[in-house]
């Protein structure tokens, strides 16, 4: 587990839809001490841990500069005015005065985060950079408001991007979120994409010792789904989509796959969703139904590289974005 002492964090996140006001959300809810925050600030990132220092803003806490976020507890900023283009990088700097252990984070961020050397350089445009990571350490959401709506992706590791390349950006809600730039009319509302999948994610068990992950699909819809802006608790739409092939991974079993294939046929023919993504169909091996097409397959024969990704992507029915 990762350590940070009287440190700064610069956190990436990419954002898919621009707009105006920034806020972030903290977290830490699987910790079981106080976590303070000495500072905290969101600008946009120019290359590596720079940040450029025209376009960078500190964070407040209720009017605050600093906050303590409780046990079990996440954290809102207040907004901020920040102009933000679509598919812009964001940095987000967090300054730990105290030492703390990392009991909250997003294990696989598929994306570099930079810590400092000792010292709260939160508003610092060049980051002294003393270690890099490849997680979110306490950093739940980065909301971009602007005037258009949200589509939140929940799931697991596939969500997630396992495997896809790094500091690229090739998950497949990352590359759904082009296409709702680029393949929908001139003109129409813009819709940002919400990642909210978490490696080893499952839909009702718990996993108290997962990190951030440990909370299941059915504990966390209402907040990573539902209080997510840009969606509605009453009339929203739902997307199923199919579960992949995973013939070949070391857990496969016949009984296992019986059960996918039953629960595939539900969500396809069941009528409980809205719309439906097969990604079961776009992933599969057309003379080897069980597994994974070969050009899709990242090597473990459960996660697709960036090439399947995309397939995933492009298996989502833009008529629901209309």
């Known amino acids: 587990m990762l350590n940070f002492s009287n440190q700064t964090l610069r956190l990436i996140a990419h954002a898919s839809a621009g707009g105006s006001r920034v806020r972030v959300r903290l977290t830490n809810e699987m910790g079981s001490t106080p976590l303070r925050i000495g500072a ?22 209720s009017g605050r500069p600093s906050a303590v976020i409780p046990p079990g507890a996440a954290l809102l900023s207040d907004p901020v005015n920040l102009p933000v283009a679509a598919f812009s990088d964001l940095a987000v700097s967090i300054h730990l005065p105290d030492s703390v252990q990392a009991a909250t984070l997003h294990d696989m961020a598929q994306q570099t985060g930079y810590v ?32 258009g709506a949200s589509v939140v992706a929940i799931g697991d590791s596939i969500t997630d991007g396992a495997h896809s390349l790094g500091n690229a950006n090739h998950r497949w809600p990352d590359y759904l979120a082009r296409r709702l730039q680029t393949e929908r009319p001139a003109g129409s509302l813009p ?8 490696a080893g994610n499952s839909m009702l068990t718990e996993y108290s010792t997962a990190l951030i992950a440990g909370h299941s699909v059915a504990a966390r819809f209402d907040r990573d789904v539902l209080a997510t802006a840009g969606a ?13 092939p995973f013939e070949g991974l070391s857990y496969y079993l016949p009984q296992r796959e019986a059960v996918r294939s039953q629960a595939n046929d539900w969500i396809r023919n069941s009528g409980a969703f809205d719309f439906v993504a097969d990604f079961d169909l776009a992933l599969r091996d057309p003379s080897h139904p069980t597994r994974l097409n070969p050009s899709y397959d990242s090597g473990d024969h459960l ?15 833009l008529a629901l974005f209309a």
């Open 40 to 61: 905290a600030n969101i600008g946009l990132r120019t290359s590596g841990a720079s940040v450029d220092a025209g376009w960078q803003v500190d964070l407040s806490f």
């Open 116 to 147: 400092s050397s000792a010292g709260n350089f939160a508003s610092t445009a060049a980051l002294p950079v003393q270690s890099t990571i490849s997680s979110w350490p306490f950093l739940a959401e980065v909301d971009v408001a602007g005037s």
């Open 191 to 198: 819709i940002g994409v919400v990642n909210r999948g978490i």
């Open 232 to 244: 509605h608790t009453r009339g929203i739409a739902v997307l199923g989509a199919t579960m992949t």
């Open 303 to 317: 996660h697709p590289n960036d090439a399947g990704y995309q397939a995933l992507a492009n298996a989502v029915p």
